[in-house]
């Protein structure tokens, strides 16, 4: 399955660095950098299109930012960001404070909202559920992304951590599930 990712764009909570996990946040007012990064990765869309399917998280900015590209998606609740619990609304710098080298060395260890465990269960589940579509299209979120290409590339997401994933950034990748 060749799955094509798009971080959404940017919100003022991105711009401040506070986490959001499951909080549900609008993108801000599009800048013209961000317009041009719309149409660079659109580009590339083309090139990859059909998809099969395209699909967002439960939450507004992965829609909105879906809809200014010009897809309509369907809504996957496995798709939602990593629940980040008592530290949503704060910056990432303080969560890193606290768990500092396990959040980046092994944070599968690690319980926030949900266990980091959990969320590995639920990009496995992504993968099986839609195993049999050959060209998909996400938009999604930062750590389910970084977890996913962590994922591919080792088998865990214990090197989420070490991943960078900009708003707006595309990915694509090759993935076959086990199941
Ligand atoms: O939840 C958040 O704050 C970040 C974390 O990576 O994800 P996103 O902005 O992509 O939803």
New binding site residues.
């Given amino acids: 399955m060749q799955i094509t990712l798009i ?2 764009l940017p ?1 003022e ?2 711009r401040k660095t ?4 499951r ?1 549900d ?1 609008v993108i801000s007012q599009v800048s013209e950098e961000v317009v041009k990064g719309i149409a660079r990765n659109q580009n590339v869309l083309e090139e990859l299109s059909p998809f099969d399917l395209v699909l967002a998280s439960t ?1 507004k ?2 829609h909105q930012t879906a809809q200014l590209y010009g897809y309509k998606c369907e809504t996957e609740g496995l798709l939602d ?2 629940d ?1 619990g008592p530290f ?1 609304g704060i910056p ?1 710098a303080k969560m890193i404070d606290r768990y500092g080298d396990t959040w980046f060395e092994n944070p599968k260890e690690l319980v926030l909202g949900e266990s980091l465990k959990n969320f590995e269960d639920r990009i496995v589940q992504f993968l099986v559920k839609y195993k049999e579509f050959s060209t998909i299209l996400v938009f ?7 977890a996913l290409l962590s994922y591919a590339q080792c088998g865990h997401i214990n090197n989420m951590n070490k991943i960078e ?1 900009l ?1 707006n950034s595309c990915h694509t990748l090759v993935v076959n599930s086990s199941d």
Avoid: D, M
């Fill in positions: 971080r959404h919100t909570w991105n506070l986490l959001q996990g909080r946040i939450l900015r992965t960001e990593l980040f949503e990432k999604g979120h930062g750590s389910w992304i970084r994933v708003n």
